[in-house]
């Protein structure tokens, strides 16, 4: 019973050294790319992140202008329009 309980754990061991230790490792290896394809990527997505904001930013100072640009010209139609002492 000892020496049949001795062959199946010498064929378990021999079977995980030569087919499951090699799987293993190559699993390993892929995993370990694709972790680092990912940490690659976050930071492609990070640094993007900040150029939209950026714009953003920018594109909402330039329409801020813009506005006050109009507001100041609406102001002034109407004062002149006061001044000629039109109603329209």
Known sequence: MAV???FIIHMVWEWCTKEVKPVLSDANTVLIA???RIRMLDND???????????L??????IERERV???????????DRVASGGNE
């Open 4 to 6: 049949g309980m001795g």
């Open 34 to 36: 694709l972790i680092d």
């Open 45 to 55: 997505l990070i640094r993007l992140n900040q150029k939209v904001n950026t714009v």
């Open 57 to 62: 930013h920018l594109r909402g100072k330039s």
């Open 69 to 79: 640009a109009a507001e100041i010209e609406i102001n002034k139609s109407e004062e």
